[in-house]
């Protein structure tokens, strides 16, 4: 696809490539998902129809025929996240980097990106000093600001709103949330899974796990409603989550199963025998209110609707992926910025999808999608 003449260089201010591709792989690196395209694009929320073509000319099975073709075989798990088999990203890093070498590719690290010089080259910052370099087309694939020790730390923003390009506030996403824990919960219980619970808010409802953390809540389950909790707390100062601890039994099983008689036990033997509620499921449940009630309906809607108040989002850096960035109507269709020759991709762009796969699927498709708009772009002006 290259014209044979262009040299393709890559800068990064770390001093080795992708660190937070290999963080993602600690998790296995799900890297796409296998649901129906249908339901996979909807995942984008409002920027759905803007990624839709990036999208659609990189589709989740084109990520897996692309990682294969590294020689790096795929499967797809229970919930249809999709993993390399050796649940590791640097096999097929590496595969990666070596085929971009062999493709003439040049590498240059320890090269911070400061801007542009006033005859419009490229500024780095090199433990040498400063660089500059001209080039005839520029991607910009930055990263938002989550785990800025890796190396996106946002500070492009300023680097960019100064040429005019518009950017929406970076913000956390898939990230934990504040909650006022007492000092009893936090000592007992900071770092214990809740597993089997399901959580609600905004009529949406996710069944799975979080942690209690001495600060809060984090985890999947709580990742996956993080995007309108953000929000909520954005507009009202609070959110207020519902935790049903037994999401495997309905309100009229429960009671039920609450009816049976008490006999000599305490309330916490109690809880566990019939409802199984113990340890931190128990500890949140005494949280929410110290005395709870022995009346089976009254018992049944604390442990179905047990509200949590969120106080803030965890701060970025701890976040999985950050929203917010170069907005996505500045952008042409290839994925240019309103600088000629200058294109943006991946999670510098204002768009958010939940944790799945779906991350780094649109961070490739985007990338592909502005390479080619480079490649189109020295084409159609050499
Ligand atoms: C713990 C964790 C687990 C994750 N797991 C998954 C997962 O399983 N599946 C998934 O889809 N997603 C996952 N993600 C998210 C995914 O890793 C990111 O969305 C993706 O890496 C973003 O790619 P990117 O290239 O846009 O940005 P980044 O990967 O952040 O890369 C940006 C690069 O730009 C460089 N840079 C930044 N500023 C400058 C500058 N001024 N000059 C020079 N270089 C600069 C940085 O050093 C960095 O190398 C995970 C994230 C985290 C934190």
Redesign the pocket.
């Known amino acids: 696809m290259l014209a044979p003449h262009a040299e393709v260089h890559v800068?990064?201010?770390?001093p080795s490539?992708?660190?937070?591709?290999l963080?993602?792989g600690?998790?296995?690196?799900?890297?796409t998902h296998g649901e129906e395209f249908a339901s996979f694009i909807n995942r984008f929320g409002d920027a759905r129809e803007k990624l839709r073509p990036a999208l659609e000319a990189f589709t989740p099975q084109q990520v897996r025929d692309w990682a294969a073709g590294l020689g790096i075989e795929t499967f797809e798990g229970s919930s249809h996240r999709i993993f390399p088999r050796q649940m590791k990203a640097s096999p097929l890093l590496r595969a990666w980097i070596q085929r971009l070498g062999r493709a003439g590719v040049s590498f240059h690290m320890k090269?911070?990106?400061?801007g542009w010089s006033d005859d419009g080259g490229l500024v780095?910052e090199t433990p040498e000093g400063e660089r500059r370099f001209r080039a005839a087309a520029t991607v910009l694939?930055?990263?938002?600001a989550?785990?800025p020790r890796?190396?996106?730390?946002g500070?492009?923003v300023p680097l960019l709103a100064e040429k005019g390009i518009r950017i929406n506030e970076l913000k956390p996403a898939n990230c934990g949330f504040d909650v006022t824990w007492s000092a009893h919960l936090k000592a007992r219980f900071a770092g214990a899974p809740v597993k089997s619970v399901a959580l609600e808010f905004g009529g949406t409802r996710i069944k799975g796990d979080f942690i209690v953390t001495e600060t809060g809540i984090e985890g999947g389950a709580v990742y996956a409603l993080s995007a309108a909790l953000r929000d909520e707390i954005a507009s009202n100062g609070k959110a207020l989550l519902t935790v049903d601890l037994a999401p495997d039994r309905d309100e009229a099983r429960l009671v039920h199963d609450l009816e049976r008689p008490q006999g000599k036990s305490s309330m916490a033997n109690f809880l566990r025998k019939v409802a199984g509620i113990e340890g931190a499921k128990a500890a949140l449940l005494r949280e929410a209110g110290p005395d709870l009630p022995w009346d089976p309906t009254q018992l049944m809607k604390r442990i179905k609707h047990l509200e949590l108040t969120l106080t803030a989002p965890r701060p970025i850096a701890e976040?999985?992926?950050s929203a917010g960035g170069v907005a996505l109507d500045a952008l042409g269709t290839d994925y240019v910025t309103s600088i000629p020759g200058v294109f943006a991709?991946?999670?510098?762009l204002d768009w958010e999808a939940p944790?799945?796969?779906?991350?780094?699927?649109a961070?490739l498709a985007t990338?592909r999608a502005a390479g080619l708009g480079a490649v189109n772009y020295l084409a159609r002006t050499r």
């Open positions: 800068f990064d201010a770390m490539l992708a660190r937070k591709f963080l993602a600690r998790g296995g690196l799900n890297i090269h911070k990106w400061r780095f694939a930055l990263g938002g989550s785990w890796l190396g996106s730390d500070g492009w976040a999985i992926s991709a991946g999670e510098m944790t799945g796969g779906y991350l780094l699927t961070c990338g």
